[in-house]
């Protein structure tokens, strides 16, 4: 495998998007699987579609590989227009859409030829690489029907590295896997990420998306209603501090008179600071701890709060369903 | 370096035609690795054959005044037809089976992903299948060649023009099973359903509508009527059920062989992987 390419990083003309889509949609019949979306997956990260079961992220993958017909809207992959330009695209793109499927009466050697021979002739000399990357040497001469599913997951993963993927495209990859599994396969893809290889991750999975990605697309009913690096979607634009003082009804009044204060909220361990979007947050931060201390108060506890995806996930579905 | 770089100023056209040769070989890897197919498919073009000849040797040694040599031209006639028909059989199963073998187990939506072009990859499934099929035929036919030839005895043998045009007539015949089992299979989707269909229209249904002599002419639409007319006159003693001319025979082999080839080729470009 020509890793070292990737770990070179990107080519100097190469688009800063590896998936770019407009207004892509899919109707099946009166349904909209697919609503209207706008993607952008930046190039050399690990990036999160996550939404609930039935939110369209398969659809809208089959849609990206050409596995099913787009009902409106455009879409790029590795900038190259698709379909127009589909075969050109998906020549270094490796993929896994839902459970990885083979020929079960074939080793795992022989169906990763298979698939090599759809490819460059190039691909058959990656297939060694491929199992050994996916610690599938020892078995490779193995019928695929004796396989465990977590064997199948990673000879799915090595028939994508056939491709000497720019683009790696997986579909719930850690479904039916155990926690040793799913470890394994979160380091592989860091990995993968690491030789300078976007990752496009979809998963239900809030913690298994926060844990592996660095950015990640929130969709709900075939609406991508949120985009960007984790860290600034699990803040919501806000930086919430959690205080704690010898006399928290003093701190709760001075805090609630701050103007860099958005809200302050008394809880079992302290009192839950959110600061204004607009208003810098070190600085912020700062005032706010002298002006305590000026008061009389002894500090107990000073530290931001680490913001949880799952809560924001949680804050705008609730919201949509709220709305709907 | 990048193995992208290596290959990348090669013609397309060369790259294409490279692939292609590697695409027939993985299909021909999916279907003899079947062993259950490659034993039936084996069992059906050489078990009978032999079986046939054990049993025309032992009655000619048991009562030679009564039965003639085991081989000779009327012999090698018969267990050619024999081939044939069971022949068929094996090229329907070999046929359905690679036209549906990727979408049954799911492997088509992988090879879609590739990039490769559904057309190519339904036009690879057409050489590996016949291939097989016909390496079985030609097994059956080369044992009734020598056993024609060689238990001939005191009757005339088939000469080499005649062994020619019977492998020649015989790969027609399974070729033409072949496409229509491969294109149905790759058009429904369903191998069983496939070889339900192929088989009923081969064994029962086209035999049936040839008795009816009500359908005259339009019984040489009959791809059946049209490999019989075009099988060497020394062979069935030129005898055929419907007698029609070359050309249209010829036209109707075309026809059974482009218009399922056009609907497997279509529906696999088209459908959802």
């Not at chain 1, 089959?62 to 009902?71: A, E, F, K, Q, W």
């Not at chain 1, 394994?184 to 844990?211: P, Q, Y």
């Not at chain 1, 305590?292 to 804050?315: C, H, T, Y």
Request: some cysteine.
């Amino acid at each position: 495998m020509s890793i070292d390419a990737r770990a070179n990083g990107r080519k100097a003309d190469a688009p800063a998007f590896v998936v770019e889509t407009s207004g892509l949609t899919k109707r099946f019949g009166d349904r909209v699987a697919v609503d209207d979306v706008d993607l952008r997956v930046p190039r050399g990260s690990a990036f999160g579609y996550l939404g609930p079961n039935g939110a369209g992220k398969t659809t809208l993958i089959r849609m990206l590989l050409g596995l099913t017909s787009v009902t409106s809207g455009t879409m790029r992959l590795l900038g190259r227009p698709v379909p127009a330009e589909r075969a050109a695209a998906l020549a270094r793109v490796g993929a896994i859409v839902e459970e990885p499927r083979f020929h079960s009466h074939l080793t795992g050697r022989e169906n990763l030829t298979v698939i090599a021979a759809a490819r460059e002739p190039e691909a058959h000399a990656r297939i060694d690489g491929a199992l050994a990357r996916t610690g599938l040497s020892q078995r490779a001469d193995e019928r695929v029907k004796r396989y465990s599913l977590g064997m199948r997951q990673r000879l799915g993963v090595a028939r994508s590295l056939l491709a000497d993927p720019e683009l790696l495209i997986l579909d719930e990859p850690t479904n039916g896997l155990d926690p040793a599994g799913i470890r394994e396969f979160r380091n592989m893809i860091r990995g993968f990420v690491a030789e300078g290889r976007t990752v496009l991750l979809s998963s239900h999975l809030l913690d298994e998306v926060e844990k592996i990605c660095d950015a990640v697309a929130i969709v709900d009913r075939g609406r991508v209603v949120m985009q960007g690096p984790i860290a600034e979607l699990a803040r919501g634009g806000e930086e919430t501090i959690l205080i704690a003082t010898s006399d928290e009804e003093r701190a709760l009044a001075l805090l609630g008179e701050n103007r860099a204060v958005a809200s302050a909220v008394a809880e079992a361990n302290g009192i839950r600071v959110r600061l204004r979007p607009e208003v810098k947050a070190e600085p912020a931060a700062d005032d706010l701890g002298r002006r305590l201390v000026l008061a009389g108060l002894a500090i107990r506890r000073f530290e931001p709060a680490r913001a949880s995806l799952e809560q924001r996930f949680l804050d705008i579905t609730s919201r949509l369903e709220e709305a709907a | 370096m990048t193995t992208t770089s290596a290959t990348a100023h090669l013609p397309r056209a060369r790259r294409r035609a490279a692939r292609m040769p590697r695409l027939v070989n993985a299909e021909l890897l999916k279907l003899r690795k079947r062993r259950g197919l490659v034993l039936v498919t084996f069992a059906l073009t050489l078990l009978p054959i032999i079986i046939a000849y054990v049993v025309l040797v032992a009655l000619h040694a048991a009562e030679p005044a009564k039965h003639g040599p085991a081989g000779g031209l009327d012999n090698f006639s018969g267990s050619l037809y024999l081939l044939a028909q069971l022949g068929v059989v094996a090229a329907v199963l070999i046929g359905a089976t690679a036209g549906a073998g990727d979408i049954g187990s799911g492997v088509f939506r992988e090879l879609v992903v590739t990039g490769r072009s559904r057309f190519a990859l339904f036009a690879a499934r057409l050489p590996a299948a016949f291939g097989l099929a016909l390496a079985a035929a030609w097994a059956g036919f080369a044992l009734t060649a020598v056993a024609s030839t060689v238990l001939a005895g005191s009757l005339e043998a088939p000469g080499a023009g005649l062994l020619v045009e019977g492998a020649g007539w015989l790969a027609l015949v399974i070729g033409l099973a072949v496409v229509l089992a491969l294109s149905l299979s790759s058009a429904l989707g369903s191998r069983s359903i496939a070889i339900g269909v192929v088989l009923g229209l081969e064994l029962a249904v086209m035999p049936a509508l040839l008795q009816i002599r009500a359908l005259g002419s339009l019984r040489e639409l009959l791809p059946v009527v049209a490999t019989d007319s075009l099988a060497p006159s020394a062979l069935f003693d030129g005898e055929v059920a419907v007698p029609t001319s070359v050309s249209v025979a010829v036209v109707v082999v075309a026809a059974w062989t482009l218009v399922p080839l056009a609907a497997g080729a279509w529906r696999t470009c088209k459908r959802d992987a």
